[in-house]
């Protein structure tokens, strides 16, 4: 028994030493890499400080030059100081490949290995070691210190498997902090081979690289998972972006971030195509904020905007949420219909006048009521937005006025006739009294002016008769009483901007450049050109339309919320991202249509991401009970791992807030990351109470928040009262089960009716 021991002692030095070299290994190479960073950084430094100096040499095409110069460098060096720390994350050693080929990063670009590659006796050697990070790094003579992870040289290190491995011998995962190297964790793709490299038995370190991804600590904003990203998941990042490409996943199968990744791959892959933008629509402000650092690391910034829903519309957040009754009529298609008929009674809003007085080749001129309303319903008969239509009700008020005056029967002659009308509508126009008129009569309406019209219950009721109930109409003006906007106000907000029409906004006049004024060229250029970098700035400020837009959790948007979006991608290629089971929308099927509708005729290609990274398998297990109640018939995402913890139970002792705060207080000396407790809409602010003074590791949400976001540990409050919140609230329901990647605590209460040992109804077989 003591030799036993012994051996195994000394098979775990090895093992450490073996472990130990190849971290130092790795080390090498990242001090090599961070040199070569250096070096380039002040190249970049250099190049700016020599562009600034070109500026003083006072010609237009010197300081048209600097400018070019300044917007290249700064982006480089941008860039560079962006990526510098925990960038080089993978790495693929490789048989020697069929063709010697090599790609624009230094890489061959052989897929599969060249014949004679694998020995007849099971060995092989490897023949190139390529280095993966999130921008890719050549050394002086342009031989690849690092690849980027988009390039096609990279794709080995996401789609090889052991069924398919391609020319991949090993895959490694290196774990970083800064410039230091903490561990790394190797997969066999073809564990058979005996295979060698530079002279040496290839060692493999780990228990698997997938594992040791998991297995990390989560904190509040999402981290990358370039090194773990998969074969399926892989193929959706790099598929073809013309039309639509749609992904169905459930939880923790990687959904969000294979959309932020599918962002950068997409403008590294075709810059010049996407230079229009790239929009991702995230559900919740909390996404935006969890995934928001996740593409600058990845390499790209400034082309990608990253908006939640409640925030697509200039100058307004949503803060709010909405009773699920009035949600519901808010986002249903119906409120197109209320919100046009809004727009057009908005006019009525301040007692407009009921008669137009002029006078005209000195006659008075007179029109009454009745026929002014008749010429407000001709000029609303047109299509345009109800602001646009001004014009018109104007030339019909003229034409009207004309006519009452019997100058038209004056002239046979058609080119006197004509002067006459023009002298007349002249004439007229330039009264004041016709000018006051006509901004009272057909006043400028703005969104929020007709949404805050809409706020009285007896006006709405007026313009959503047959189209809403009397106890929806009740709700949804109650609501927009409210200070503060939510989602399905901002959604509204847009459809009334659409339905209004903006009117032309006036030119900024630009500042003159301080250097312009030094050299005297103000003499010559009063007013400077746009440099490249001030109209990409402007540009992207402008911006209503996009390239290619990006919809995260898409199942929960509304009807409106789905027009909203797609106002933004009418001339766009799509990726829409979701799970029909976690939708906390109550008319899946009405929001479908809507989504058809935004998306178009374009040809659909379609995705389904069937793995979960993020739960083990004893939570998976517990969360699919709610899930056969929610959506009978659905399959959950398998599990890829188990860790032997069982979901806990527990029942409410003296009160629901000391035993909510226990259980957090446990499973944070149980996790090394966060703890997220997840309770009803109701009862957000109440539970941030309940947790005051436990760290910044805790966090309390409410159930519709916590979509698409992922903790070491949750706790779930009341599973019936999440359930009954809205009818939607299974599938909410089980989208809080699924949170955890380690542990996760249920607490019951009386209304969820536990059984003895703490286990709520609805989570029972």
Same mark, same amino acid.
């Given at each position: 028994m003591a030799a036993q021991v012994q051996q195994e002692i000394a098979l775990g030095s090895v093992h450490d030493s073996v472990r130990e070299r190849e971290i130092s290994v790795e080390q090498e190479h990242l001090d090599r890499?961070?040199?070569?960073?250096?070096?380039?950084?002040?190249?970049?430094e250099f190049l700016m400080n020599d562009a600034a100096q070109r500026g003083h040499v006072g010609t237009p095409g010197a300081l048209a030059e600097r400018d070019a110069q300044v917007f290249r460098a700064g982006v480089h060096l941008n860039r560079l100081n962006n990526e510098y720390e925990d960038f080089l994350f993978g790495r693929i050693d490789l048989l020697r490949g069929k063709d010697g080929k090599k790609g624009p990063d230094g890489a061959y670009t052989a897929v599969e290995p060249a014949e004679g590659a694998v020995r007849e006796d099971g060995t092989a050697d490897i023949a190139e070691t390529l280095h993966i990070g999130r921008i890719g790094?050549?050394?002086?003579?342009?031989?690849?210190? &690092?690849?980027? #992870?988009?390039?096609?040289a990279a794709a080995p290190f996401y789609r090889s498997t052991p069924v398919d491995p391609g020319r991949v011998v090993r895959r490694r995962v290196i774990r970083s902090k800064g410039r230091r190297v903490l561990g790394v964790e190797d997969d066999l793709m073809r564990p058979e081979l005996k295979a060698a490299l530079d002279g040496h038995e290839l060692a493999v370190i780990g228990d698997g690289a997938l594992m040791a991804a998991l297995g990390q600590a989560r904190s509040h904003t999402m981290r990358d998972i370039v090194s773990s990203i998969q074969a399926e998941q892989d193929l959706v990042i790099r598929a073809p972006a013309a039309s639509v490409t749609y992904v169905e996943g459930g939880p923790g199968t990687g959904k969000t971030a294979v959309a932020l990744h599918r962002a950068a791959y997409l403008l590294y892959q075709d810059r010049r195509r996407y230079a229009g933008g790239i929009l991702i629509v995230s559900p919740t402000p909390l996404l935006v904020a969890y995934t928001e650092g996740v593409l600058p690391s990845l390499g790209e910034e400034g082309q990608v905007a990253i908006r939640a829903i409640g925030s697509l519309v200039d100058g307004a957040a949503a803060t709010l949420y909405d009773a699920p009754s009035a949600?519901?009529?808010?986002?249903?298609?119906?409120m197109l219909k209320v919100l046009r008929k809004a727009a057009r009674g908005a006019l009525e809003l301040n007692d407009p006048p009921g008669r137009l007085r002029v006078v005209a080749f000195g006659r008075r001129l007179e029109l009454e009521a009745d026929e002014l309303e008749r010429i407000r319903h001709s000029a609303l008969s047109g299509t345009a937005p109800v602001n646009l239509l001004r014009p018109r009700a104007r030339r019909l008020l003229l034409d009207a006025l004309w006519a009452r005056s019997g100058a038209a029967t004056r002239h046979t002659d058609p080119e006197l006739a004509a002067e006459l009308r023009s002298s007349f509508d002249e004439d007229i126009t330039g009264e004041d009294d016709f000018i006051e008129f006509l901004d009272a009569w057909w006043p400028e309406l703005t969104p929020r002016g007709v949404l805050a019209a809409m706020a009285d219950e007896?006006?709405?009721?007026? #313009?959503?008769?047959?189209?809403? $109930?009397?106890? /929806? @109409?009740?709700?949804?003006a109650r609501s927009l009483k409210r200070d503060g906007l939510s989602v399905h106000d901002v959604a509204m907000l847009d459809e009334l901007q659409a339905v209004l029409g903006l009117p032309a906004r006036p030119k900024k006049k630009r500042e003159l450049d301080p250097l312009d004024q030094l050299t005297g060229l103000e003499e010559l250029m009063p007013v400077r050109e746009e440099s490249q970098r001030e109209r990409a700035e402007r540009l992207a400020q402008e911006r209503t339309e996009y390239a290619h837009v990006i919809v995260d959790e898409a199942q929960d948007l509304t009807p409106m919320q789905w027009r909203m979006v797609g106002r933004r991608g009418r001339h766009a290629t799509w990726t829409v991202v979701?799970?029909?089971?976690?939708?906390? #929308?109550? %008319?899946? %099927? /009405?929001?479908?249509?809507?989504? %058809?509708?935004?998306?178009?005729?374009?040809?659909?290609?379609?995705f389904t991401l069937t793995v979960n990274y993020r739960n083990p398998a004893e939570i998976a297990e517990l969360a699919s009970k709610v899930l056969a109640l929610a959506m009978p018939g659905s399959e959950s995402p398998s599990a890829v791992r188990s860790t032997?913890?069982?979901?806990?139970? $527990?029942?409410v002792g003296e009160s629901l807030a000391r035993t909510v705060r226990e259980e957090a207080a446990r499973l944070l000396d149980r996790v090394d990351g966060t703890v997220g407790v997840v309770v009803a809409m109701n009862r957000r602010e109440e539970a941030a109470r309940w947790l005051a003074g436990l760290g910044d590791r805790v966090v309390a949400l409410g159930s519709l928040e916590a979509k698409g976001l992922e903790y070491d540990a949750? &706790? &779930? @409050?009341?599973?019936?009262?999440?359930? %009954?919140?809205?009818?939607?609230?299974?599938?909410?329901?089980?989208?809080?089960?699924?949170?955890?990647?380690q542990q996760l605590t249920v607490v019951s209460g009386e209304r969820d009716e536990p059984d003895a040992h703490g286990v709520p109804d609805l989570l029972r077989d």
């Open positions: 890499v961070y040199r070569r960073l250096e070096e380039k950084i002040h190249e970049a790094v050549l050394d002086e003579e342009y031989a690849p210190l &690092v690849i980027d #992870w988009r390039a096609p949600a519901r009529a808010k986002g249903s298609h119906r007896r006006r709405l009721g007026r #313009w959503a008769r047959r189209i809403l $109930t009397p106890g /929806e @109409v009740r709700r949804v979701g799970d029909p089971a976690q939708s906390s #929308w109550s %008319d899946p %099927d /009405e929001a479908a249509q809507a989504r %058809d509708e935004a998306l178009g005729t374009r040809p659909r290609r379609r032997g913890v069982e979901p806990r139970f $527990t029942v949750t &706790v &779930v @409050v009341s599973p019936a009262e999440i359930a %009954d919140e809205s009818p939607a609230g299974l599938r909410v329901l089980y989208v809080a089960l699924t949170r955890a990647t």
